[in-house]
């Protein structure tokens, strides 16, 4: 057999091709963060040596990890995309990016963006009034711009116009007609030109998961029966030269180039012909879309896409220029809110490993003479037997005995510990079923459902909900593997279950470059050792969408810099405590501690718990009010009994179970 090592680990879990170039194997069989994509700079960490550091520091995972300076890379990746295609093209306009602040809207993120893009002039794009107030604090470039879209009232526009005195350079696109209106009273009240631009409604629809929010039936935009009522009504206010930009948005997570390619000349007819009726428009804005690929497969499934970033911005540039040549139209400047592009690299979800059911059985049970019977009697023969020239059918024999049994034990002719046995001998037969198929060129019918029964079950401490809701809401696959352990083969086949008492709360589809898997290889857990896993690639929506299922609440996450001698940590910000998520359930912390007390009082009186007890209890309670949702590191319970001069009891004997192994 093949010396596994951490090359075959980077094979295995698609590093290659899902990770840009910011995370690698190395060869102690861990994996790294590198800072720099091709710029020749040796600034990379150790992630498990970073996670076991930040435990030193009191942290315990999960873990929210957000690098700096893989986010600074994605801004400059996409600008310098875009310029270096217009000035192949001889392009006359600039590119401006905005960030989406939806994508993510922590504050340590969005004054990162802010940050990092100030040589770029990137901007930030809102989507509603709460989303332009942060836009409004933060943006102090006075080169980028704020693009406000979303549903808007009043005093959404009069904040929006107001921001201009501060010297923002802000624009309120016309998502809906109404809004026009509300845009020129608001202007002609405050005596501010307002900057404008217009959404158009597509025909052209994306690709991928999120292609209904695009094409005509869409939520936002304007028909162009609309675009050119609009047009008539600002001319007639004399406001048409405040007409400066178009915009269109044709889906997140756009997989294939095609939809791409055939939205952009559709709006770039929509910018040509709006020019030619009068409008003096600067900007197109083109949207979002820009896709990643989770998969690494590069091809147009949900979860890939099937282009670079640099051919994106080609077709792009080069559809805009064609049109507007055509017509003898000046270049636009053109914008992108490639929010998922920009973020979603930047944070890693560490997680530990805290139990794990495993299905494979390599033994026989032995059988008590009391518990024997007939069926046990007939499956032993079936295993003893069991060849790859009678495989196909001795499967088909293997589920009706185990169904036969099910049905006597219903009935109350099959005991639990024959039943038992049973379930046991049926993982022996299904282990050695597939050992045997490995050297089949033509596998039998039914070891599908033996592959799938035989799959471990991980039990990992994190919410699905919380932290990756796109798992479950729409089969969103995130990159997942071990940080460590990567020089030893993996042995075992799991699915992850998450924290929550939902059976939602799983996670048993993987990346793979041909296919989804329905499994993932893992190593085998050791006793007084952890196992780390990473999810990757969640730095878009994901914090924003997680909700508090079962109360679990946010990570602890930290922001950390890449340097040329190790790693700083920029920022610690500390997730939820149990109070704080029961506060937002109304719940009041003292009124909790309150009640608890008063009712071991009540306990002490009636005798049903001493005072000792009663101390060990409040004291778990109220410790407990402080600590993370999520299961904690370190000190089990008869440690904080001791301390609370509690001595718990002891078992000295054990029984012998009724069931040994042959």
């Given at each position: ?149 979303g549903f808007k009232d009043m005093e959404y526009v009069e904040t929006a116009l107001l921001s201009q005195k501060l010297g ?495």
């Amino acid at each position: 057999m093949d010396t596994w090592n951490s090359k075959k680990s980077a094979q295995l879990y698609h590093v290659n091709s899902w990770a840009s170039g910011y995370f690698d194997v190395n060869e102690k069989g861990t994996l790294e963060v590198c800072a720099d994509v091709g710029e020749g700079s040796n600034r990379r960490i150790d992630l498990k040596e970073l996670v076991d550091d930040l435990r030193e520091r009191g942290l315990s995972t999960p873990l929210l990890l957000r690098f700096s300076n893989i986010l600074e890379s994605r801004v400059k990746a996409i600008h310098s995309a875009f310029s270096e295609t217009m000035q192949q093209y001889e392009y006359k306009g600039e590119y401006l990016g905005v960030y989406p602040i939806k994508v993510n809207q922590q504050r340590f993120v969005v004054e990162e963006f802010v940050k990092q893009g100030r040589s770029t002039k990137l901007g930030l794009e809102a989507g509603s009034k709460p989303e332009l107030l942060i836009a409004l604090a933060h943006m102090n470039n006075p080169d980028a711009l704020i693009i406000c879209n979303g549903f808007k009232d009043m005093e959404y526009v009069e904040t929006a116009l107001l921001s201009q005195k501060l010297g923002r350079n802000t624009i309120l696109v016309v998502d809906r007609f109404k809004e026009l209106e509300l845009i020129t009273r608001a202007s002609e009240s405050l005596n501010i030109k307002p900057r404008i631009g217009f959404r158009a409604k597509l025909d052209s629809r994306g690709s991928g998961k999120w292609v209904e929010s695009s094409g005509m039936k869409s939520k936002f935009g304007l028909s162009a029966d609309e675009i050119v009522r609009g047009v008539e009504c600002l001319r007639e206010k004399g406001l048409l030269d405040c007409l400066e930009l178009l915009h269109f948005h044709i889906g997140s997570q756009v997989s294939a180039l095609r939809s791409i390619k055939e939205s952009m000349a559709e709006a770039a007819q929509f910018y040509v012909q709006l020019s030619k009726m009068g409008a003096p428009l600067k900007y197109i804005d083109v949207g979002g879309g820009l896709a990643v690929d989770y998969d690494g497969s590069q091809t147009n499934w949900d979860n890939s896409m099937n282009y670079s970033v640099k051919e994106y911005a080609s077709d792009v540039v080069w559809t805009i220029q064609q049109a507007c040549d055509a017509y003898e139209i000046g270049h636009p400047h053109i914008i992108t809110e490639s929010g998922r592009a920009l973020s979603a690299y930047c944070s890693v979800l560490i997680f530990n490993v805290v139990d794990a059911s495993i299905m494979g059985s390599s033994e026989m049970p032995v059988v008590p003479e009391a518990e024997g019977h007939e069926l046990i009697d007939e499956f032993k023969l079936l295993i003893e037997g069991l060849t790859q020239k009678n495989l196909n059918e001795s499967i088909q024999d293997a589920y009706k005995l185990r169904d036969d049994a099910s049905s006597l034990f219903g009935l109350g002719y099959f005991s639990l510990i024959q039943r038992s046995l049973m379930e046991v001998m049926f993982r022996h037969f299904c282990t050695k079923a597939l050992n045997l198929s490995k050297g089949m060129n033509r596998k039998p019918e039914g070891l599908e459902g033996i592959s799938k029964f035989l799959t471990d079950a991980y039990f990992c401490n994190f919410s699905l909900f919380q932290s990756a809701p796109d798992t479950w809401a729409v089969d969103q696959a995130f990159p997942i593997m071990p940080i460590h352990r990567l020089n030893e083969r993996p042995n075992r086949q799991g699915t992850l279950l998450d924290l929550t008492c939902d059976s939602d709360g799983k996670i048993d589809d993987f990346i793979d470059i041909k296919e989804e898997k329905k499994f993932l290889e893992l190593h085998e857990l050791k006793d007084g050792e952890d196992y780390l896993l990473g999810m990757f690639l969640v730095g878009a929506y994901q914090e924003v969408l997680g909700d508090f299922h079962n109360l679990f609440g946010d990570t602890d996450a930290v922001h950390i810099s890449l340097t040329e001698t190790g790693y700083s940590i920029d920022h610690i910000v500390e997730g939820d405590r149990i109070y704080e998520v029961l506060q937002y359930m109304e719940y009041d912390r003292s009124s909790l501690m309150r009640r608890v007390r008063r009712a071991t009082e009540e306990g002490i009186a009636k005798k049903r718990i001493t005072i000792q007890e009663a101390r060990l209890l409040t004291q778990h309670y109220e410790e407990a009010l402080n600590r993370s949702t999520y299961l904690k590191d370190g000190e089990d319970s008869e440690g904080a009994a001791a301390r609370a001069g509690f001595r718990p009891f002891k078992q000295d004997q054990k029984k012998d179970s009724p069931l040994g192994t042959a």
